[in-house]
């Protein structure tokens, strides 16, 4: 059988450095073996999913030349690629593990859940499904579901004390009963979970190599299992080494920018980006640090994944994004200006809200230098109006690190009118006058107190820019001190 491998984003977000590492171990193994690369849509969180998401997402990967066989905007012959197009699919499924004994209805409402969980923490055990409803006579447990009584079903996990389960990279895993509990398949209101519909997603479109990240190592357990109550054949699976930041910890926006959308903004290439997390993997022979992607797949084993925790490092990245840069000839370089910060659609967002405030075109450099900037300066004059009257530059740093984390970071539709928006919200949340966050905001974006209408300006900034200045003004207010 063909290879065939599968990236299965949620979208819930920014397209994330993560989701394209992983991207691309698949990508390389289904074009070295010559099999079939998919995208899959794992949009079964309806309440975080977001159309806006799933297009970055395809446009992000696109940028890295990361193209698939199979997906929601290509097609294929196993869709539909999106998970919320296939409920009924995972109902019959699940209906079938019932049948079968393999799966249960259970009844326990949330308050008798949460007085479990509550006495498992006081009692400092591993938290988990106790199985109550796994005792109900076959009878009993229809009875009540076509009464319309509210359950959900869950996996009924084997009895025995331990499971091995392979994995390509680790060998075989050995899990303890105490970690595999009786995981739900399908919610009260019919909404699988993750774990039934990535399961009967990759057996329906015949993925033979599960790569994933290490993150998801806990659920093979359950996993396997659901493979084995369906008497399907298992895929080969693979986790990962989670890339991780210098310090060990799972990277995080928090500590460093995650999203593709920034390194997209910042002028990163694509090939160094994609270059880079290739050298995540350890792949590559003769510790060659400077390959093209059709490099990459020639010379690809999955065996030869090092296990070692890959550090994602900005300034390496910097670095080797420096060296494809040098490597160009001018024409080429210009050319990539001229496609993205240089573009008549970027320039034709520009110039309207500069024209009206220069008088010849060196003023345009001079007036309108922050549309074009990575960080922007803060003088003396900018940083009087970056911290209100009778607020302490502490005080500022708290509060624009609120306004991204909880109105920023989640606003996926960036135009004017839900800017201003989300900043009106947070006034009125955080107890600020709206001048002063919007004066705030205006010099942490653009280093200026006077600048073009600040939510238009914002827009056009784009939101990866208007998010790296926020970060810096926020660290710029640290370094002041807690007092103006």
Not at 181 to 199: C, E, I, R, W
Not at 204 to 221: C, D, F, G, K, Q
Not at 267 to 291: C, I, R, S, W
Request: with cysteine; proline share 6%; charged share 25%.
């Amino acid at each position: 059988m063909s290879v065939r491998t599968r990236i299965a984003p949620s979208p819930t977000g920014d397209p994330h450095v993560g989701t394209a590492y992983v991207a691309l171990f698949n990508y390389a193994l289904a074009r070295k073996q010559g099999g079939q690369f998919l995208l899959r849509i794992e949009d079964t969180d309806r309440q975080r999913s977001h159309p806006a998401s799933e297009q970055m997402i395809f446009e992000a990967l696109r940028w890295l030349g990361l193209t698939w066989d199979e997906g929601p905007d290509v097609g294929g012959p196993y869709g539909p690629y999106r998970q919320s197009e296939r409920f009924e699919i995972y109902r019959q499924h699940a209906e079938e593990l019932v049948r079968r004994g393999a799966a249960y209805p259970c009844f326990c409402t949330p308050e008798r859940l949460e007085a479990l969980r509550a006495e498992q923490r006081e009692k400092k055990l591993a938290l988990g499904y106790d199985g109550r409803c796994r005792a109900l006579a076959a009878a009993e447990a229809q009875r009540r579901s076509a009464a319309g009584e509210p359950h959900v079903v869950r996996l009924a996990m084997p009895a025995e004390e331990a499971m091995v389960v392979p994995d390509l990279l680790r060998g075989d895993i050995r899990f303890e009963r105490s970690q595999m509990d009786d995981q739900v398949l399908l919610k009260s209101d019919g909404f699988p979970t993750y774990h039934l519909a990535n399961v009967v997603d990759d057996h329906l479109m015949r993925i033979t190599h599960v790569i994933r990240a290490e993150e998801w190592l806990s659920s093979l357990p359950k996993h396997v299992q659901l493979y084995r109550a369906f008497d399907w054949e298992m895929p080969v699976f693979c986790h990962l080494p989670l890339l991780r930041n210098a310090d060990k910890s799972k990277i995080s926006k928090r500590k460093n920018p995650v999203s593709l959308n920034h390194y997209r903004r910042a002028g990163f290439f694509p090939e160094a980006l994609v270059n880079y997390l290739a050298l995540m993997g350890g792949v590559m022979a003769n510790d060659q640090e400077q390959f093209t992607l059709e490099e990459f797949v020639a010379g690809f084993s999955l065996e030869r994944i090092s296990l070692g925790g890959p550090v994602f490092d900005p300034q390496k990245l910097t670095w080797l994004n420096g060296k494809h840069l040098r490597k160009m000839e001018p024409p080429v370089l210009l050319a990539r200006l001229r496609s993205y910060l240089l573009s008549d659609d970027y320039m034709l967002r520009v110039l309207p809200l500069v024209q009206e405030r220069i008088d010849t075109l060196e003023g345009f450099f001079e007036y309108g230098h922050f549309f074009f900037a990575g960080e922007v300066p803060y003088d003396a004059g900018a940083m009087k109006h970056l911290v209100p009257k009778g607020r302490t530059p502490a005080e500022t740093a708290k509060a624009l690190q609120i306004l991204l984390e909880e109105r920023i970071d989640p606003l996926l539709e960036w135009e004017s009118a839900a800017i201003e928006a989300a900043l009106r919200a947070f006034a009125e949340a955080a107890g600020w006058e709206a001048k002063d966050v919007f004066m705030t905001v205006r010099v942490a974006a653009t280093g200026r107190a006077a600048t073009p209408p600040l939510f238009d300006t914002l827009a056009v900034l784009g939101k990866e820019v208007v998010r790296r200045r926020l970060r810096q003004a926020i660290q710029t207010l640290k370094a002041a001190g807690p007092a103006a």
